[in-house]
């Protein structure tokens, strides 16, 4: 009985296409093979850094260098909380944290005298800044790049905030008005008078994230995509293929082809990537065996910007959001590889199409990939919308918390709405080409 259904048969198509395509051995083993070889790769990242830190033979001990580093705190006036309220608690924490009051000078100096008595090579001068709804940061600001004195300095931060959270109000006697600047989100920070406030390890991991999963989008196009066109091509020119379209409709036949590459490389990436998280979490634990005080600084980095973009940033749902963005964007590219195989009549014309293929899909990851220079809000806003650019920008924001659910959602239905449309040219294309041969 022929099948009347637009779609109906794909998932035939969808069976014997991944069958044929996993036929043999080649297949599982070169997923494995890349598998543990990516979870090799990632798994060294912890054991590296565990092994450089404990070569580390000037770790600070808060109690015993604190003062062999820095003799005089200077707090900047501010708005945040009162200067002798401010001196009472410093005094107060780091007398509990065995530091002897009487050996560090704690002074109150207004924003003029600030930049002249950074200066001072045992000093440090703390900043606190209003950064609205009730979040303020704390930033201690040495007079050189001594990196064991700015070590000191965060801690000492750290030990100053600790101590507010939980004695502030009743030792120091904080108001409840003040109190309420130091029972939500706080952010502390070190740096020299030569460094930029902003943290250089965020800023790159916010250019690499994007980047890392545009290039992964980009070689699964490149590499699955000549497969897409190969099978298209040479299946062409078989008079099976006559015969099927009479009870198989072009439509369904393109979707079944297409969509059995697709799952194929997708279960073959996340096999992949299920390899580099396992490897990942294991070398955490070979990591901590060699050195139980390492630190993990990837895992810092992450909290960071999660922090940073409310607590959005590298979440489970973030990343399966992002995986479905990008394997939505890898079947529209591969249908568009399809359209141009389709439209090709010989296979010595293979290359030529590829060609075709190959190019919007390159100005695509481009556009993104240099859109920053511009530094143009409307393109940055555009390439999140038009679906060649979309696959390439959505999903690393997606992933940074920096894309909002409406942007999400309109940027997706558009590139699902774009790929079913490629699907029904294509089986169109596709149909005309095998019963119109010249």
């Known amino acids: 009985m022929e099948k009347k259904g637009m779609f109906s048969g794909w998932k035939d198509v969808f069976s014997f296409t991944a069958a044929q395509n996993i036929k043999g051995s080649s297949y599982k083993l070169v997923t494995i093979l890349i598998g543990v070889l990516v979870a090799v790769i990632f798994g060294a990242i912890s054991v590296i850094m565990a092994i450089m830190q404990s070569d580390d033979t000037d770790a600070i001990d808060i109690e015993d260098d604190f003062t062999k580093k820095i003799s005089t705190v200077y707090l900047v006036e501010n708005d945040v909380i009162q200067d002798d309220m401010m001196k009472m608690l410093v005094n107060t924490a780091l007398t509990l944290e065995g530091v002897i009051d009487s050996t560090i000078t704690v002074n109150s100096i207004t924003e003029d005298q600030a930049n002249e008595l950074m200066s001072e090579e045992k000093s440090v001068v703390v900043k606190l800044e209003d950064k609205g709804d009730k979040v303020i940061s704390f930033n201690a600001i040495t007079p050189s790049d001594d990196e064991d ?36 989100p706080y952010s502390t920070q070190s740096v020299s008078v030569n460094d930029t406030a902003k943290n250089i390890s965020v800023t790159l991991a916010n250019a690499l994230v994007p980047m890392i999963i545009s290039m992964l989008l980009f070689s699964m196009v490149n590499l699955y995509g000549q497969n897409v066109t190969k099978v298209v091509v040479s299946e062409k020119s078989s008079k099976l293929m006559e015969m099927l379209l009479t009870s198989v409709k072009p439509y369904a036949l393109i979707t079944g082809k297409v969509l059995a590459i697709v799952s ?44 940073d973009n409310g607590a959005k940033a590298f979440t489970w749902y973030s990343f399966i959001i992002a995986f479905v963005f990008v394997a939505i964007g890898f079947l529209m590219f591969s249908v568009l590889a399809a359209l141009v195989a389709a439209s090709i009549s010989k296979l010595e014309d293979l290359s030529t199409g590829m060609t075709l293929f190959q190019l919007p899909v390159m100005v695509g990851w481009l556009t993104v990939y240099l859109a920053p220079l511009f530094n143009n809000k409307v393109l940055d806003k555009l390439i999140n919308y038009v679906p060649v650019t979309s696959p390439f920008s959505v999903p690393g924001s997606i992933v940074l918390g920096k894309c909002s659910i409406i942007e999400s959602v309109i940027s997706l239905l558009l590139l699902c709405a774009t790929t079913l449309g490629l699907i029904l040219f294509t089986g169109k294309v596709y149909k005309g080409k095998l019963f119109n041969r010249k």
């Open 264 to 307: 194929l490389a997708i279960g073959q990436v996340a096999v992949w990537i299920g390899f580099g998280f396992g490897g990942y979490k294991f070398g955490n634990v070979i990591a901590t065996s060699i050195n139980p005080d390492y630190v993990n600084y990837v895992d810092g980095i992450i909290e960071i910007i999660s922090m």
């Open 149 to 184: 004195k700015k070590d000191v300095a965060e801690e000492y931060l750290g030990y100053v905030v600790n101590f507010i959270d939980v004695y502030g109000s009743t030792i120091a006697g904080v108001s409840e008005a003040d109190m309420l600047y130091f029972v939500v």
